[in-house]
């Protein structure tokens, strides 16, 4: 009987280290304390990969810490992923008169995008200076997430990778070691995507063929724009950067939600993309859960 019960005892702390869980403060900014929350995986099933993951909701609603996040972050860290949701800075008030839906004028939903990368750069910035006590590998940072989540982790790798103000606090030798958006696109001011002073990173991208709350085609005014998966996919190709593409045919903004089930996916990507460096461009379409 107490051999049973130390076995469980055993058992237990086993667990307790797997789903370890710490909340620190990265940054202060407009009065706000922005917190990260650190899921560290159990050293004896450590992947190199440290996993940086931000919340959805059009850049005024969502939590580090909601169902989807905790969620995500879990079963990233069971599959020995160090992972680290953040807070961000949410840019666009909502509109009581609408029902809780937010109202953006261009300069408004430009400025949310801004403050949500600024404070993702700076959270890398912590990660590299204080990630070691947490097995942070600064050269294997990856960032992933949902609908606005998606759309920030894209415009800092785009940003970075064109000098812009927005990463400014980025190291200038840093690069980011993965991208995964599930139902982003990037935002530019200057025309067509280009990527001018590096190549961006590997990036993996997820989206409904009809969503209708992130673009999977592009809006463009003159120079200004706003692309999604499909606009992005040909730039991807025509450069020969590599890229993983999920079309789901059909489907809408619901796809934010797919890196909580396509978890094998993810792995895939970040073992054959990232890890053996191949430069392959898959493009798949999918209708419900089959491939086209």
């Excluded at 789903?19 to 706000?32: N, P």
């Excluded at 009809?210 to 992005?232: C, H, M, P, Q, R």
């Excluded at 903004?253 to 996916?265: A, K, T």
């Amino acid at each position: 009987m107490k051999r049973n019960i130390l076995i469980i005892a055993v058992l237990c702390l086993c667990v307790q280290g797997i789903m370890s869980q710490e909340t620190v403060v990265y940054a202060v900014k407009d009065g706000m304390e922005l917190k990260m929350d650190i899921y560290e995986a159990d050293e004896r099933n450590r992947q190199p990969e440290t996993i940086i993951y931000m919340f959805g909701g059009g850049f005024f609603m969502g939590s580090r810490n909601d169902a989807r996040s905790v969620d995500y972050c879990r079963k990233m860290q069971e599959q020995g992923f160090t992972t680290i949701a953040i807070d961000y800075r949410l840019g666009i008030v909502t509109d009581d008169t609408t029902e809780g839906k937010a109202k953006a004028s261009i300069s408004e939903f430009e400025h949310a995008m801004r403050i949500a990368v600024e404070d993702l750069s700076s959270a890398v910035v912590f990660l590299i200076k204080n990630g070691g006590k947490w097995g942070v590998d600064k050269d294997k940072i990856i960032t992933t997430g949902c609908s606005a989540g998606a759309v920030t982790v894209l415009n800092a790798d785009y940003c970075h990778a064109n000098g812009s103000e927005w990463t400014r606090e980025l190291p200038e030798d840093f690069r980011f070691y993965g991208v995964m958006a599930y139902a982003g696109a990037i935002f530019s001011r200057s025309g067509k995507i280009n990527w001018a002073k590096h190549d961006p990173a590997p990036t993996m991208l997820y989206q409904g063929t009809k969503d209708k709350i992130v673009t999977y085609n592009s809006i463009e005014f003159f120079n200004l724009g706003f692309y999604g998966t499909n606009a992005l996919a040909k730039r991807f190709k025509k450069y020969g950067y590599p890229v993983k593409i999920r079309r789901f045919l059909g489907a809408e903004h619901e796809v934010c939600s797919y890196g909580n089930v396509y978890v094998e996916d993810a792995i895939f990507f970040i073992e054959n993309w990232l890890r053996r460096g191949e430069q392959w461009t898959s493009d798949e379409k999918f209708c419900g859960t089959k491939q086209k």
